[in-house]
């Protein structure tokens, strides 16, 4: 990319478009109406107007343009969006797909569906799983790449993107296809989709459909993609290969320590150690580890391939019924119901027992051996059958365990989403009023599926001699393995509830120049309530268990939002709206967004538009009311800035306890002051601000010939207030300036520290978004298309505390959004859709290129620099999908496509280098070419 061109600051920017504005506002001449041309409502306004009147940087995507990209899911449809950061759900992702425009975090865009809003996925209740809207009934996408808090409210900071069904449905289409990966082993999809309606609006004045889709993906391990798993490409991203040279850890059967006086010792084995880690089970789960010598040796080491996973089992079933009947004179009432379960089943390696189980939750670090004794008849050597081991002499045994012979342990993540409104629209006495009623529910219910065992039970099973930790068990073992089973059982449910009434009411006030004066005046009501209950099985089970077992936060708010939007055309070529809201909510306060917005088309080869908005997010109920604030010790070890201070308090074990006399008499113990874990204080905050934003937006659109448009449009973001936890290495890195967070008793000794969420640090970004489309019709050779969609980020820059340095992120990972994303979610320097098209008749194809920028990989280990061991950089990456349709008659259709068509193999990254996943899932799919076919029948 060549090197962007200096921006002036958006103050003069806007203070240049204003002065333009006056003087054309002068220079203004009469101009006639529009015809007669349909004028719609759009994504970011309140008013009707004709889509090629609009001011704001809004791209629509056709429902068919989606089929024709080779876009299968709403997954796939985030994912490609230029001006997202979105990472689809890979392995275990439970929380569905969240759409991250500009890299502010999934809570900063609003996603819409009919303009209205539906319930946030539930445990985070931040953000809309995409997952749950029906993509068969889609006619319409409009991304709208501006904040729109003077519209809509909060979370609309990056911009707001609104799933637009179709209006009526009046036949009845099947559609089936099924994604299928040219490579075996897994990934394949499968979808059937059912629409059928009746009734015509503008006929009989009312019109019924539902729409029914269901799909379904299987999972996908990683064995069956060595391509992206070879143990020297781990090992040169900095991960550590594979190697049996290594002490084993929970194993089937089981390792075991010696014992002496209470205490572990250095000897280690395995009964079936001898015998290659072969046991009687109906498969094999370990080999044998070839440490020649010392703690670890002669053990049972886990097998790496059974269980990782690249992609699991995951299906998502939707089904909208609408219902649409004209009354009275002209008026329109419509009723709108959307149900949709989606889930994902995570496959995790087997429940361990012994060291390596967290055996109590609510005392973390607390480890509790796992012991055998002679007494017990699978005892090595005892009456049971386990084969004896030369030196034991009947010594106590610590246990590491697995129960492989129960096969992998899955979660099954479940979410639940509905969706009730009632419009009634039409005009009263001049005005035209929109009124409805929306409630939404969404629940998310996590429960042990399979392989998950109470944790005591077992420890009193093998203390009892009833488990054989070193085969298959006997009747009595398996009837008592059933009896402590955690199968089936929920592990932790949340529940998000938002419903209200809201009202829009139109007119025109006067005529202008270039049209009518229009104001829109505007009101909602909601009250949204948030639950999330983690019971006490958590705690029994420890393993892959989230949230905190014996918690059930909870809180609600009731929002007033009313709002305010005048459309001023002073010429056909000059038009300037204006938009205000103010939202009044029951737990923080009032806040206030102005927004305003010019259009000038001096000719129809040229238009300029500008936006300058405020915006807001208000702190989501988790952050207020989540997690209940709990003290806990600290993660690392620190010196007390004031019990033991230290002229680098950053660095632990630097200080000495104090000379000060007024502390004298405390008898500080420098083991617990020095160098020591220390208490800190985690958890909601209830004294939250909202976060707050300026947008500015300037763009020109033009058309040079026939049939060209292009565009190009300049976005600034800037944020304060950012919510997030702060680090203890930044408290520690500038304790007097974070002095206030260091809570202390009377006396003077800590209390805790502070480290809840807080308002703190700041954001801002910005760049440019390009777009082109060209279509060119034929007479012989049919109609040719191009279109080209991309962004360009100059600027990512974050503060990790509140005043601190503004660290610039983009192409590299950082703390984005002051630590509220994961830095698995990157800020690309470019990234682009290109896409060519041809049809004739009933044939058409299309190629579609995707393509993301160059960036730095998260390279976590600190000798990962330029230059230097394991330091990794994703090359671009560029994908190609091809689809072909062609329309046999009116009735039937289908279409083909090859996705990733020269089987480029995703990129090697370091990002979950633990888990042995190592490809870059914010980018690509490990799945590799795949072919899809669907088949459409209308009856």
């Not at 499968?190 to 015509?200: N, Q």
């Not at 009687?280 to 391939?305: E, F, H, M, R, W």
């Not at 702060?726 to 520690?732: A, G, L, N, P, W």
Request: aromatic letters at 8%; hydrophobic letters at 35%.
């Amino acid at each position: 990319m060549p090197t962007p061109p200096r921006f002036p600051q958006p103050k003069l920017l806007l203070s240049s478009i204003a002065i333009a504005v006056l003087t054309l506002m002068n220079q203004a001449s009469a101009q006639q109406g529009d015809g007669g041309m349909t004028r719609i409502e759009v994504t970011g306004s309140s008013i009707k107007r004709l889509a090629s009147e609009n001011a704001l940087p809004l791209t629509t995507i056709k429902a068919e343009d989606l089929v024709n990209r080779g876009l299968t899911t709403m997954s796939e449809v985030a994912t490609s969006l230029t001006a997202g950061a979105t990472n689809e759900p890979v392995g275990g992702g439970g929380g569905g797909t969240m759409i991250n425009m500009r890299g502010l975090n999934t809570n900063r865009t609003l996603v819409l569906l009919n303009g209205r809003r539906l319930a946030n996925e539930a445990i985070g209740d931040s953000a809309i799983n995409v997952d749950v809207i029906p993509m068969n009934a889609i006619e319409r996408v409009e991304v709208l790449r501006d904040g729109a808090s003077a519209i809509y409210g909060t979370d609309a900071i990056a911009g707001v993107v609104n799933f637009i069904t179709k209006r009526a449905i009046s036949d009845t289409t099947a559609s089936a296809s099924v994604m299928a990966p040219e490579r075996s082993g897994g990934g394949e999809q499968r979808r059937f989709s059912l629409t059928s309606g009746t009734g015509d609006l503008a006929k009989d004045g009312w019109n019924v459909y539902a729409a029914f889709d269901t799909q379904k993906r299987s999972a996908l391990m990683q064995r069956d993609r060595p391509n992206i798993s070879d143990p020297d490409d781990i090992a040169r991203l900095g991960g550590t290969a594979f190697t049996s040279n290594t002490s084993g850890s929970s194993s089937a059967p089981a390792n075991y320590t010696v014992y002496a006086n209470g205490k572990p010792t250095s000897v280690t084995g395995n009964p079936y150690f001898g015998a290659g880690c072969v046991a009687p089970y109906q498969g094999q789960y370990t080999i044998p580890s070839t440490k020649p010598s010392g703690a670890g040796s002669k053990t049972c080491v886990l097998d790496p391939n059974l269980y990782p996973q690249l992609l699991a089992d995951n299906k998502q079933t939707t089904l909208l019924t609408k219902g649409s009947l004209r009354h009275g004179d002209g008026n329109l009432l419509t009723v709108e119901l959307l149900s949709s379960e989606s889930y994902i089943d995570a496959l995790n390696p087997p429940q361990p027992f012994g060291a390596q189980t967290d055996y109590d939750k609510l005392n973390p670090g607390l480890r509790k051996p796992l012991m055998i004794t002679k007494a017990s008849k699978w005892y090595p050597g005892g009456a049971g059958g386990v084969p004896a081991v030369a030196g034991l002499n009947g010594a106590d045994l610590a246990l590491t365990w697995s129960l492989d012979e129960l096969g992998p342990a899955i979660t099954d993540d479940r979410q639940n989403s509905h969706r009730l409104v009632l419009t009634e629209e039409g005009q009263f006495k001049g005005w035209d009023y929109k009124a409805g009623f929306n409630y939404a529910y969404s629940k998310r219910t996590v429960t042990f599926l399979s392989g998950y065992l109470r944790t005591p039970e077992l420890y009193k099973g093998v203390a009892d001699g009833v488990f054989n930790p070193f085969g298959p068990q006997d009747a009595a073992g398996q009837a008592y393995l059933e009896s402590i089973s955690a199968d089936g059982l929920v592990n932790r449910r949340a529940e998000v509830h938002y419903y209200g009434p809201d009202l829009t009411l139109n007119r025109e006030l006067t005529t202008l120049g270039g049209g009518a004066l229009a104001l829109a005046v505007g009101a909602d009501l909601h009250r949204e309530t948030y639950r999330d209950a983690s019971g006490d099985i958590g705690d029994a089970v420890v393993y892959k268990v989230s949230g905190t077992p014996n918690r059930y936060p909870h809180g609600a708010r009731t929002v007033l939002g009313t709002y305010l939007e005048l459309d001023a055309p002073f010429t056909k070529q000059l038009n300037l709206n204006l938009a205000v809201r103010a939202d009044r909510f029951s737990d923080f306060g009032t806040t206030f967004n102005p927004k305003a917005s010019v259009r000038y088309e001096p000719s129809r080869a040229l238009m300029l538009r500008a936006t300058a908005s405020t915006g807001f997010r208000a702190p989501t109920l988790p952050e207020l009311y989540g997690t209940p604030q709990t003290r806990v010790p600290s993660t690392s070890k620190w010196d007390d800035p004031l019990l033991c201070p230290s002229a680098t308090p950053g660095v632990s074990g630097t200080g000495a306890l104090t000379t000060d006399p007024k502390y004298a008499g405390l008898n500080l113990d420098a083991a617990k002051v020095c160098g020591s874990t220390l208490t800190v204080l985690t958890g909601a905050n209830p004294d939250l601000e909202p976060e707050k934003s300026k947008t500015f937006t300037a763009g020109i659109v033009i058309e040079p010939i026939k049939n060209l448009v292009a565009s190009l449009d300049f976005w600034n973001v800037e944020m304060t207030g950012t919510i997030a936890q702060i680090s203890e290495d930044t408290i520690f890195g500038d304790v007097n300036k974070y002095n206030n967070l260091f809570v202390r008793n009377a006396d003077g000794t800590l209390a805790y520290i502070t480290k809840t969420r807080l308002n703190m640090g700041g954001l801002r970004t910005q760049g440019i978004d390009a777009s082109l489309n060209y279509t060119l019709p034929t007479a012989s050779m049919g109609r040719f298309g191009m279109s080209f969609d991309g962004t360009y980020v100059n600027k990512y820059e974050g503060q990790n505390e509140e005043g601190g340095d503004w660290i610039d992120s983009v192409g590299k990972p950082g703390a984005l959004s002051t630590g509220a994303t994961s830095a698995n979610t990157y800020v690309f320097k470019w990234k682009h859709n290109l896409r060519l098209s041809w049809s004739r008749g009933g044939f058409g194809t299309q190629l579609t290129q995707s393509y993301t920028s160059r960036y730095i990989d998260t390279n976590a280990l600190p000798s990962q620099k330029p230059g230097q061991p394991f330091y990794n950089e994703i090359e671009p990456y560029i994908l190609y999908n091809l689809s072909a349709n062609y329309a046999w008659n009116k009735r039937l259709k289908f279409t083909f496509g090859v996705n990733n068509l020269l089987d480029v193999d995703p990129p090697l990254s370091n990002q979950r280098l633990s888990s042995r996943v190592v490809f870059a899932q914010n980018i690509a799919k490990p799945i590799g070419r795949a072919y899809n076919i669907r088949v459409n029948y209308t009856f």
